[in-house]
Each structure stands twice: as C-alpha cells, then as structure tokens.
C-alpha cells in the first residue's frame, strides 16, 4: 500500500548547524511533496513543497531534495536556529482523479542545542 | 495574513456524547479538509470536502462523522457519539490551488478532544 515513513524519529543538533530530515515514500505516482513543521500544541505550518517534475527547491534557509529514483524527500536547514525545534512531517499527494488528501510520514522530531 | 482558525481550542466530553468542532477556512480558498492525530501518531486524512460536498474520505470517517458548511464562512465536523478512541488533535485545512498554483494547504491550530 501507499505509505510515507521517516528513517530518524529524532534529530539533535547544535545552533548553527545544518540540519538535514529525511523521508521515504512508496507511492510512485506520488507527484507532490510538502514539508511541514510543527510546534508543540500547534498546528502544521508549512514549509515548503516540491513538484515531481523537479529535484530541488530552495526557500529562505531550507531546502528540499527530490530523489524520484530511491523515492526519497530531503528537508535541510541551514544555520539552524533555536525556533526551528520541531517536529518535522513530510506529506505527499498525487492529483489522480482529483485525489487531494495529504498521505503523511511519522514525523522527525528536531532538537536545536544552544 | 489570512489563516484558518478552530475552535474550540479543547473539547472534553463524555462517550457517547456528540461533539461539533468548527472551523473558519481562508476565505476564497474552496477545498476543505479534516485530519486528525492520534497523541503520538502521525496525522491522518479524515475527509475533503469541495462544492458543499464530500470529494473523498478515509475509513476513519465512519457513519458516526459528518462534515458540513452551514454558511459562507464555517466549516463544521460532527462526531455523532463520540468514542474513547476518538480522543485525538483535530485539524481544519483549506486550499485553493487555482488561486495559490500548488495544492499547498493551510493548517489551522486544532482542537484537541478528550473523551472520557
């Protein structure tokens, strides 16, 4: 079946690092990815998203890698920040038949050392 | 900017009791959307709802769910008789990928239901 799992349930890493999530999909007619970033009581905020005709996407400090081949998702964070401990989910989505639902991954959880 | 909004923020009932939680979509954004998360788990598809109807749902969404847009402005879930395991965070979503060009959606804060 269709499913989207993450490899590293959590992630700490020291202010000023770069951060880097990843993601697992196995739905090959996937052709939308999306980041989303959650704080604790709060709801998904987005992030970023990717199409599948591309297989990178840069946003203000973070970037998305699309691997289509090993169907695998990237988020990287630059300089992380205190403000970017989170959890972090990725979520794909395929428009076939007008099929809008998000399918979602169990999320990473990010810890930013000062 | 304009954001999707819920409430209430908590909802505590009994089981068997139904609950209604409600939601403000952004305005002029047309699909709307249910998830919920499990404390612990990760969020899953309840339903999506387009042109005042049902577009698709998952099998959570049981008999016991109902979606509904009473007016030009709410977008409403109802748990008929609510059960232990029904006790979860509930998200509201919205998006309008004509208007937006990606099928990015919109999340609000959510509201957490306990049933005792």
């Known amino acids: 079946g269709e499913s989207v799992g993450l490899h590293l349930p959590t992630l700490s890493v020291q202010e000023g690092d770069n951060s880097i999530i990843n993601c697992a999909y196995s739905?090959?007619?996937?052709?939308?990815f999306i980041w989303y970033k959650q704080e604790s009581g709060k709801g998904p905020q987005f992030i970023i998203d990717i199409r599948s005709n591309m297989d990178k996407r840069q946003g203000q400090r973070v970037t998305v890698l699309l691997n289509k081949t090993v169907k695998h998702l990237s988020l990287q964070i630059a300089a992380t920040q205190p403000g970017d401990s989170a959890v972090y989910f990725c979520?794909?989505?395929?428009?076939?038949?007008?099929?809008?639902?998000?399918?979602w991954g169990l999320g990473t959880s990010l810890a930013v050392n000062p | 900017e304009p954001e999707v909004t819920q409430t209430p923020s908590h909802q505590v009932t009994q089981m068997g009791q139904e609950v209604i939680l409600r939601c403000v979509p952004i305005?002029?954004?047309?699909?709307f959307y249910w998830y919920r998360q499990i404390l612990g788990q990760k969020v899953e598809f309840l339903v999506s709802f387009y042109n005042n109807e049902i577009s698709e749902k998952s099998e959570i969404f049981d008999d016991q769910f109902s979606v509904e847009r009473p007016d030009g402005s709410n977008f409403t879930l109802k748990i008929r008789s609510t059960k232990l395991e029904d006790s979860a965070m509930y998200f509201c979503?919205?998006?309008?990928?004509?208007?937006?060009?990606?099928?990015?959606?919109?999340f609000g804060p959510g509201t957490r239901l306990t049933v005792l």
């Open positions: 305005s002029n954004h047309l699909y």
């Open positions: 979503a919205s998006n309008d990928p004509r208007v937006s060009s990606t099928d990015t959606q919109y």
């Open positions: 739905n090959s007619a996937s052709d939308y």
């Open positions: 979520a794909e989505n395929n428009d076939a038949g007008n099929n809008r639902k998000l399918i």
